[in-house]
């Protein structure tokens, strides 16, 4: 049986929910057809030996479940919503993962890997091939190199650790493979590799996602927010967007911790209708959004940069129309019945209103659609069969 080690940071169930929802769900795919391994690396300070060692996850719900498995729930108006989360401490933590670690020794190639992924470039710091038959670079986006011209401080460190992992890929992956088409064509773009070095995967759907479900719940006039509370999702123009929904909207529903600054939390709540009734999960299952998705009316999802866009693709596949930005890649993922926004208010918040006030919306239809344009059938064996070697499509190239 092919082994398969994914690389992964020795904490990476406690950082970076969307990529580790994205490792957590290729892990999924793969295990029923291959020995599916986590590993990482250490380097002791001033010592060049590099330790490897398996991850093995004690608590197997964690990894169906993006490492979570409770939910913190806040409700009230949005005034009170924040207060509750200042008293809890500002941060829903982690229930603990309990990874054991098994070292293996200073040779990787003691550990029989036929495929090795490396689920990130900022995880790079080696510049020699590393040992193994064949070997692929996972990139996310190439947002940090293009911050780091903007902005100081940690993107323009984040975007260094970036550029190292994309040179290693350049020079010593087999394949690079992007998770959307437009991230693909930005490492073409911006980051000298040539088409023909670039692949991308079909948009990974959560494991959860890909079977019908039984849940019927009923849809309420609530608007849900996926994982909003980030400067990148566009969230300055959140509260004027859920308020163009009018006197209809009876609620607002969110999910996803703060990677905002605390005055932008609390801009964020205060520029929100005063008495809105709110329902905030800092930390949420699967079990959890799922429901969010099927209650909402939509979802809104005005980002301003994405790699793919995983909300979208979960909302649609619960029936749920989404609101996002004319861009790629979340156009590119945007069904019938969903809709773009123009970055002009006025319409924007027309766009909003229309959609929310929309009678006998076919839920089930765009559910249906979903499924077939995302391919849930055969997705697993597609992703496989591709990271197994098989011909990739190249990206591409925006004409000069």
Known sequence: MTRI???????????????????????????????????????????????????????????????????????GTPLSVLEQYHAGGGHPGHVPTHIWYAQFGPRLETGNIDVLIISNPWLVDFTDRLPVPRQIGIVYDAIPNRYCLTEGGKPFTFASQHLNGFRYFR??????????????????????????????????????????????????????????LDRRKGLVAMPRLVAAAGPKLEGLKMYGAVRCSPDELTTFFRELPRNLPVEWYPRATSKTTERLFRE??????????????????????????????????????????????TDEPAKDAAIVRELFETERFDHAGLETQAREFFHTATLPDRVFRQLQGRPLPCAVVRAA
Request: proline share 9%; hydrophobic share 40%.
């Open 5 to 75: 080690g994914i690389l992964v940071q020795p904490d990476f169930l406690e950082h970076h929910v969307g990529v580790r929802n994205y490792m957590l769900t290729l892990y999924q795919y793969l295990v029923p057809k291959a020995d599916v391994r986590f590993l990482s690396y250490y380097r002791p300070p001033h010592n060049p030996t590099t330790n490897w060692y398996w991850l093995h996850v004690q608590n197997p719900g964690i990894l169906k479940d993006n490492g979570v498995t409770e939910d913190w729930r806040l409700t």
């Open 171 to 228: 020079s010593h992956c087999d394949d690079t493979l992007a998770i959307s088409e437009a991230s693909s064509v930005d490492l073409v773009d911006l980051m000298r590799f040539t088409p023909d070095q670039v692949g991308w995967l079909p948009p990974i759907v959560p494991v959860d996602c890909l079977k019908t479900t039984s849940v019927k719940t009923k849809r309420s006039n609530t608007i849900l927010l996926a994982s909003p």
């Open 296 to 341: 909402a009316k939509l979802t809104l999802f005005p980002s301003l940069n994405e790699g793919l866009g995983l909300p979208l693709i979960e909302a649609q596949l619960r029936g749920c129309p989404v609101v996002t930005r004319n861009a790629r890649p979340m156009s590119d993922l945007t069904l019938g019945g969903s809709c773009l926004l």
